[in-house]
């Protein structure tokens, strides 16, 4: 089989697959390997084993399953093989990383980690397994350059269940923030450019701000309104009795301290908000109300990071509805601008992005493999063939337009 691309894309794939082929001793394996990120590049409807062997040309599916699950090569190093592919080719200083996770469906009880836990990818509760993921996004373009799958607590206490799933020993429960903060800090260790750094709520906590503010790293890291801060409004906000609507008698006002996100962005001046871009959507570019109010501090005096940054908490308010808002807690150099606040916060599309595209493109989700190596070497394959995808995409938008005869024009 041979990947069905323009010549100079074909060529990039060969270097590419090159590149990939340095982790393998014996040339069998490195030949199959090749020919599985072929495959999950090829247009088969579907990218489990049998499509795939199918689109190689073997018989049966034995082959590829081998290199996911017994031959000898680094995942681990494939995985940096893409984020370095990825930043050579879409790698900017105002870049951004973003991290989200995302479930898998299964059927079964057997796949490494699977439970039925909370999967964002239906909105409910149901038998998954999940993924925590980290994106690089710039300009140029955007794609996946981390992985890690979430073991319960269950499981890491099953003996018999890890050894049925190959779950090496010094994997120990990790909660999925922990292992989003431990791919953002393994990014960033290894020199990825990038101005900020982007996490939604159920994937932030106070580790992870204090490991970006003494890095003197940007953030924009949503939470929750019921996020506790301390702040020093313009007016003291209305207490949470009479928030609820009972009686606050003998409830004093606060002019500075503690408060939730939702009561600071009730007490902010109505001519404090304004209007700002948050990206195409599909009538159009959407506009939505932003404003901010610095805080006091945020963590402990030896996390407060350089002295000319602030921290903020930066609200974003539907203009159709004000009653739907958004919240993030924002570290960044003082001069800031609110409009540049709100390009970044709504860059949260990219990795959703991403992971759309990986399923309908590259069989992100189409692996058939129940054990732990298993699954990091489809998933990190399946990164790689998206990496290939999102680097040939921004070469062409950066190609001079052709003129008839084949020359630039």
Same mark, same amino acid.
């Given at each position: 089989m041979s990947w069905n691309g323009p010549p100079a894309c074909r060529d990039e794939l060969d270097l590419l697959k090159q590149r990939l082929g340095s982790l393998f001793v014996r040339p069998e394996p490195r030949r199959q390997a090749g020919l599985y990120l072929e495959a999950l590049l090829s247009g088969a409807q579907r990218k489990n084993g049998w499509q795939l062997a199918e689109q190689i040309g073997d018989a049966r599916p034995w082959r590829t399953q081998r290199v996911l699950s017994h031959v000898q090569w680094d995942q681990d190093a494939a995985r940096d093989i893409c984020r370095d592919y990825v930043i050579e080719h879409l790698g900017r200083s105002d870049a951004v990383l973003v991290a989200d996770?995302? *479930?898998?469906?299964?059927? *079964?009880?057997?796949?490494? *980690?699977?439970?039925?836990?909370?999967?964002?990818?239906?909105?409910?509760?149901?038998?998954?397994?999940?993924?925590?993921?980290?994106?690089?996004?710039?300009?140029?373009?955007?794609?996946?350059?981390?992985?890690?799958?979430?073991?319960?607590?269950? @499981?890491?206490?099953?003996?018999?269940?890890?050894?049925?799933?190959?779950?090496? !020993?010094?994997?120990?429960?990790?909660?999925?923030?922990?292992?989003?903060?431990?791919?953002?800090?393994?990014?960033?260790?290894?020199?990825?450019?990038?101005? @900020?750094?982007?996490?939604?709520?159920?994937? !932030?906590?106070?580790?992870?701000?204090?490991?970006?503010?003494?890095?003197?790293?940007?953030?924009?890291?949503?939470?929750?309104?019921n996020e506790p801060v301390w702040a020093r409004p313009a007016k003291a906000p209305t207490s949470r009795l009479q928030l609820a609507g009972r009686p606050a008698e003998g409830v004093r006002e606060k002019k500075s301290g503690c408060y939730t996100a939702a009561e600071l962005a009730a007490a902010h001046p109505a001519n404090a908000w304004r209007c700002h871009p948050a990206g195409a959507g599909t009538k159009g570019e959407c506009l939505y109300d932003w404003?901010?109010?610095?805080?006091?501090?945020?963590? *402990?005096?030896?996390?407060?990071?350089?002295?000319? @940054?602030?921290? @903020?908490?930066?609200?974003?308010?539907?203009?159709?509805?004000?009653?739907?808002l958004s919240y993030y807690l924002v570290f960044a150099p003082a001069n800031t601008a609110l409009a540049t606040l709100a390009r970044v916060a709504c860059l949260r599309w990219t990795i959703k992005d991403c992971f759309e595209i990986a399923r309908q493109e590259v069989g992100l989700n189409d692996y058939e493999v129940r054990s732990w190596q298993g699954w990091y070497r489809h998933i990190t394959l399946a990164m790689l063939a998206l990496a290939f995808l999102m680097a040939m995409q921004a070469g062409l938008s950066a190609s001079p337009p052709q003129s008839e005869d084949g020359s630039a024009a």
């Open positions: 996770e995302t *479930g898998f469906l299964k059927k *079964g009880t057997h796949s490494a *980690g699977v439970a039925r836990q909370d999967c964002g990818t239906v909105g409910r509760i149901d038998n998954c397994q999940i993924g925590v993921f980290l994106a690089y996004a710039s300009d140029k373009g955007h794609a996946l350059i981390d992985r890690a799958l979430y073991l319960p607590e269950a @499981w890491c206490a099953d003996a018999a269940r890890r050894e049925e799933a190959a779950i090496p !020993e010094a994997v120990v429960f990790a909660t999925r923030p922990v292992l989003a903060r431990q791919m953002i800090e393994r990014a960033l260790d290894a020199g990825a450019p990038c101005a @900020w750094v982007l996490v939604d709520a159920h994937l !932030e906590d106070p580790e992870l701000r204090a490991a970006l503010q003494r890095r003197a790293q940007a953030f924009v890291l949503t939470v929750r309104s404003a901010r109010v610095p805080l006091a501090h945020l963590g *402990g005096p030896a996390h407060r990071g350089p002295a000319h @940054w602030r921290h @903020w908490l930066l609200f974003r308010r539907d203009r159709q509805d004000p009653g739907d």
